[in-house]
């Protein structure tokens, strides 16, 4: 099967056409469409008459129908094959209905799976950029990373630190003494000791992204196998927090992989597929599912969790998590009219007037007027200024994660008669922050805090992945206050994050947009479902009732 004569077929109907045409929609060559032409014929699809000479017209005739012929035959494929070899059929330029009927189809093949093993199969809408703690700087990855890894501590759903590679610790103004559990093992089975976990924290301390965080670090010292220290002399009252964060993920690198200790170990790692198999000697306990594989699907696809002990039309539940916040940044250093207070506080005049209708776009966002971090009661303050001259447009960043915010954005300026230009970029470009990508006026940003929110605060501020690092270095007012957080106990953070907040709206230069909710479906067979790192289900703890 093929997709670009499906998608000739959905384009045009029999009758007169352009060699031209046919190129320029399936973007080949004019060799290439004669060679396919050429092969479709032979196949008995189609027939083809060429024009005479350059340009004119040729005529198509459709001698089979495409779509219902392909949809039956990928119908039969999905019932014969395992799901990763047909979820590329997914993504061919299907009309609306075909589609949904082979979506329903593929829906049935993915949730639990009890054979031989008990599977988890879901959907994935994206690739994973990274599977390095390091270098996890978007939210599907961190949640491959979170089932792969462990860190030194983690936190409680009450906010405390608790064990997890550390089974204890001492702390003092100026080192933290970290005593590691015995016989953890890493995937391949080998033993972590001090000297893994050292390293680590090492490559973390020099990191381009974490450097900053971890300037108040002087020194890691081993003085066993199984403890070593941190030493911070001029005070580090965030150090447990820090190492509570994703990134601060401790792993072994070898040659072939990179290696976790983590409840699942990474099989397999691909576009269309990638398995997770469950780690049997983790130290605190064996999942209860065998293996999870995340199969690609179209972004547009509804999954659900059930399994196949029962119908797929059996009653389902729905889980909600939170899925993190948007906010909009106004780029105040760039060399364009947006230096200009005046103009930021008029956009973000417009952005609040139109923030209510931010929840028209989706059911899962929800305007918001407060504070990016829940629970806070952050009172924002509405500029009002006249209508500043426009000599140039706005230069607005877009994306695809981002294209239905950045077009709501683009559409509200546009109402207000302010003169717009979208720039567009790859999703990875924007995370690694290509510059031409720091080159833009405004744009809309999406963030999930871990967590700790106090702590995700400050690193949001600070880290490299964060689109408001290379602009608060420019800002003074701003870089005083986040120079206290280095004298105020950890405890005492949260009315300086509300202060930093309110100082970044009132300047322009971050304007909360809205929060995200995520609803996941769920099977009512399944149990113990818990939601995790980042609001995703804890794979961990989810199981199935056996069939007996």
């Given at each position: ?5 499906l ?20 973007q ?7 060679r396919?032409?050429?092969k ?16 004119n ?6 001698k ?7 949809e ?7 019932d014969?094959?395992?799901v990763?070899?047909?979820s590329?059929y ?15 189809k ?12 008990d599977?988890?199969?879901v ?13 996890a700087?978007?939210?599907?990855s ?12 983690t936190?409680?759903?009450d ?11 001492d702390i003092s103004?100026?080192k933290?003494?970290l005593?590691l559990?015995?016989d953890?093992k890493?995937?391949?089975g ?14 973390i ?9 971890w ?6 010292e ?9 030493l911070?002399?001029t005070?580090?009252s ?19 992989k990179?290696?976790?200790?983590g ?6 790692n691909?576009?269309q597929?990638?398995t ?6 983790h ?10 594989e995340?199969i690609?699907?179209p972004?547009?696809?509804k ?8 119908e ?16 909009i ?15 930021r506080?008029?956009l973000?005049?417009i ?5 209510p ?7 899962r966002?929800?305007?918001n ?11 924002l ?15 607005i960043?877009?994306?695809r ?7 709501w954005?683009a ?9 717009i230009e ?6 990875a470009?924007t995370?690694m ?5 720091l080159?833009?006026?405004i ?9 700790n ?5 400050y690193?949001?501020l600070?880290?490299g992945?964060?689109?408001?690092s290379?602009i608060?270095?420019?800002?003074e ?10 004298q105020?106990?950890f405890?005492n953070?949260?009315?300086?994050n509300l ?6 709206i009132?300047?322009?230069i ?18 113990n ?5 980042f ?7 989810v199981?199935?009732r056996p069939?007996?």
């Open positions: 099967m093929d997709n670009k004569l998608t000739l077929w959905r384009y045009y109907p029999s009758g007169s056409i352009r060699m031209e045409e046919i190129s320029e929609t399936l080949i060559s004019s060799k290439q469409t004669t396919y032409l050429k479709w014929m032979e196949e008995g699809w189609l027939s083809f008459t060429p024009g005479r000479g350059r340009g017209i040729s005529t198509l005739v459709w089979k129908e495409v779509e219902s012929s392909y039956e035959e990928v119908l039969k494929r999905i014969q094959y395992p990763e070899q047909t590329k997914l993504m061919y330029n299907w009309s609306t209905n075909s589609k949904m009927r082979l979506m329903n593929f829906h049935t093949k993915l949730g639990f799976v009890q054979e031989s093993t599977k988890l199969i959907p994935k809408r994206y690739p994973f950029h990274s599977i390095h703690p390091l270098e700087g978007d939210v599907f961190a949640h491959l990373v979170a089932n792969v890894f462990n860190r030194l501590v936190h409680a759903e906010g405390k630190v608790i064990p997890e590679i550390a089974h204890s610790w103004s100026t933290l003494r005593y559990k015995k953890i890493f995937h391949d080998s033993i972590l000791t001090a000297t893994d976990v050292a390293d680590c924290l090492e490559k301390q020099t990191h381009s992204y974490y450097k900053e965080l300037t108040p670090i002087e020194k890691i081993i003085k066993s196998p199984h403890i070593l220290d941190i911070h002399p005070g580090c965030y150090i447990l927090p820090m190492l509570s964060m994703m990134c601060a993920s401790i792993y072994r690198e070898t040659k072939e990179i290696l976790g200790t409840y699942f170990a990474l099989q397999q691909n576009d597929k990638t997770l198999t469950a780690f049997k000697d130290f605190r306990e064996r999942p209860l599912i065998d293996v999870v995340f690609q699907v972004e547009d696809f999954g659900i969790y059930h399994s196949h002990m029962k797929t039309t059996s009653p389902s539940f729905e889980i909600e998590s939170d899925s993190g916040f948007g906010v940044v106004m780029n105040a250093y760039r060399n364009s009219v947006i230096r200009r207070k005046e103009v506080d008029y973000h005049e952005i609040a007037k139109n923030r209708t931010i929840g028209d776009l989706s059911p966002l929800i305007p007027d407060r504070s990016i971090m829940v629970g806070q009661e952050q009172t303050t509405t500029p009002k200024t006249k209508r500043p001259k426009f000599s140039n447009p706005i230069v960043r877009g994306a994660h981002t294209a239905n915010t950045t077009q954005l559409e509200i300026f546009e109402k207000e008669n302010i003169p979208i720039q567009w970029f790859s999703f470009d995370l922050k290509h510059p031409k990508t080159d833009v006026d744009f809309v940003h999406g963030e999930v805090f871990e967590s929110q106090n702590f995700s605060f690193h949001f600070k880290n992945f964060s689109p408001l290379p608060l270095e420019k800002n007012e701003i870089t005083k206050l986040i120079e206290k957080y280095k105020i106990p405890d953070w949260t009315a300086l202060e930093i907040e309110k100082e970044l009132n300047q322009s971050m304007i909360p947009l809205y929060y995200q909710k995520r609803y996941i479906p769920f099977s009512t067979d399944i149990r479902i818990k939601i995790g790192h609001g995703y289900v804890d794979f961990s703890k199981w199935v069939k007996v």
